[in-house]
């Protein structure tokens, strides 16, 4: 996942001007001072928003230099140095909260999906985050999951239909739902049905669903259901229909990572990452000045 710079660049304007206002009151103390400084992680953890840094400081002053010492989803230990950064020393002190604030959320995010990541090693099952996000920070925080060594759910409402209990309840239910969506949707579009109950899921396969989302159902039960649901689905297949169907847990809570992904499901989804991990605790430090 790449962050392009014409998406990017109006959000850093943005957080910019935020914490500037009508500009850096201590700026006069450090008028024509040209200073180096670092980045350094204060916690173990996994990196992320280092490709915001040197884009940032460019808005505050072109002549910034960035060099960074750690990409982003690579693991870091408390005391690394990250990064190095030179320029005139209004710009660093300017840009540097919002450029740790950034680097330090994502970083939390990218630390907390790894953790997760690293639980279903070896299963072949992913996971996936939700669109449970940040306004304004969407395509950054899903990045980070990326950084993390997840994969990225629906980025909005356009990329692809979920049918949630609130399209099934006034939608009709689940064949009249799909039927819609699938008449009115561009070919490439994916109908994924998030299904509540056994009976939710064989209707949503049989209706042509590419994909369930199998809620809040325990282990136990998903050992028996998923078989089922891949039989309809290759007797969907048989008919002339998509034999394809991914199968995804969402509800799932951390300790039982491991059980689920000896169900058979392809995906496990989680807000966990986004919604409830800490920052990673990160620091600038000033070298001695320069000129």
Same mark, same amino acid.
Not at 85 to 93: N, Y
């Given at each position: 996942?790449?962050?392009p710079?014409?998406?990017? !660049?109006?959000?850093?304007?943005a957080?910019?001007?935020?914490?500037l206002?009508?500009?850096?009151?201590?700026?006069?103390?450090? @008028?024509?001072?040209l200073?180096r400084?670092? =980045?350094?992680?204060?916690?173990?953890?996994?990196?992320?928003?280092? $490709?915001? &840094?040197?884009?940032?400081?460019?808005?505050?002053?072109?002549?910034?230099?960035?060099?960074?010492?750690?990409?982003?989803?690579?693991?870091?230990? /408390?005391?690394?140095r990250?990064?190095h950064?030179? #320029?005139? +020393?209004?710009?660093?002190?300017? #840009?540097?909260?919002?450029?740790?604030?950034?680097?330090?959320?994502?970083?939390?995010i990218a630390?907390?999906? /790894?953790?997760?990541?690293?639980?279903?090693?070896?299963?072949? &099952?992913?996971?996936?985050d939700?669109?449970?996000?940040?306004?304004?920070?969407?395509?950054? !925080?899903?990045? @980070?999951?990326?950084?993390?060594?997840g994969?990225?759910?629906?980025? #909005?409402?356009?990329? +692809? @239909?979920?049918l949630?209990?609130?399209?099934?309840? =006034?939608?009709?239910?689940v064949?009249?739902?799909?039927?819609? $969506?699938?008449?009115?949707?561009? =070919?490439?579009?994916?109908?994924?049905?998030? @299904?509540?109950?056994?009976?939710?899921?064989?209707?949503? $396969?049989?209706?042509?669903?590419?994909?369930?989302?199998?809620? !809040?159902?325990?282990?136990?039960?998903?050992?028996?259901?998923?078989?089922?649901?891949?039989?309809?689905?290759? !007797?969907?297949?048989?008919?002339?229909g998509?034999g394809?169907?991914?199968?995804? /847990?969402?509800? &799932?809570?951390?300790?039982q990572?491991?059980?689920?992904a000896?169900?058979?499901?392809?995906?496990i989804?989680?807000?966990?990452?986004?919604?409830?991990?800490? =920052?990673?605790?990160?620091?600038?430090?000033?070298?001695? $000045?320069?000129?």
């Amino acid at each position: 996942m790449t962050l392009p710079a014409a998406l990017i !660049e109006p959000l850093l304007r943005a957080w910019l001007a935020e914490d500037l206002g009508r500009g850096d009151l201590t700026a006069p103390a450090l @008028a024509g001072r040209l200073v180096r400084g670092a =980045w350094f992680a204060k916690a173990e953890g996994v990196f992320c928003g280092g $490709v915001l &840094v040197e884009p940032l400081f460019r808005l505050l002053d072109p002549a910034v230099a960035v060099r960074l010492l750690v990409a982003d989803g690579e693991p870091v230990q /408390a005391g690394q140095r990250l990064l190095h950064l030179e #320029g005139q +020393a209004a710009a660093l002190v300017a #840009g540097e909260r919002t450029a740790l604030n950034l680097a330090m959320r994502l970083s939390g995010i990218a630390t907390a999906t /790894a953790a997760l990541v690293a639980q279903l090693a070896g299963t072949g &099952v992913r996971l996936a985050d939700t669109r449970k996000t940040t306004p304004g920070l969407r395509v950054l !925080e899903k990045y @980070a999951v990326r950084c993390g060594g997840g994969v990225n759910h629906r980025l #909005g409402l356009d990329d +692809a @239909a979920m049918l949630k209990e609130n399209h099934l309840a =006034w939608g009709g239910g689940v064949a009249p739902a799909v039927a819609a $969506v699938r008449a009115g949707a561009p =070919w490439p579009a994916r109908v994924i049905v998030e @299904a509540e109950t056994e009976s939710e899921a064989q209707a949503a $396969v049989r209706a042509g669903a590419d994909a369930v989302l199998l809620d !809040e159902f325990t282990p136990e039960a998903l050992i028996t259901l998923v078989p089922r649901l891949r039989t309809l689905a290759a !007797e969907r297949a048989a008919a002339g229909g998509s034999g394809s169907l991914v199968l995804e /847990a969402s509800g &799932v809570r951390p300790e039982q990572l491991s059980a689920y992904a000896a169900t058979g499901i392809d995906l496990i989804s989680s807000s966990a990452p986004i919604t409830r991990s800490p =920052w990673l605790d990160l620091s600038m430090r000033f070298e001695p $000045v320069l000129v």
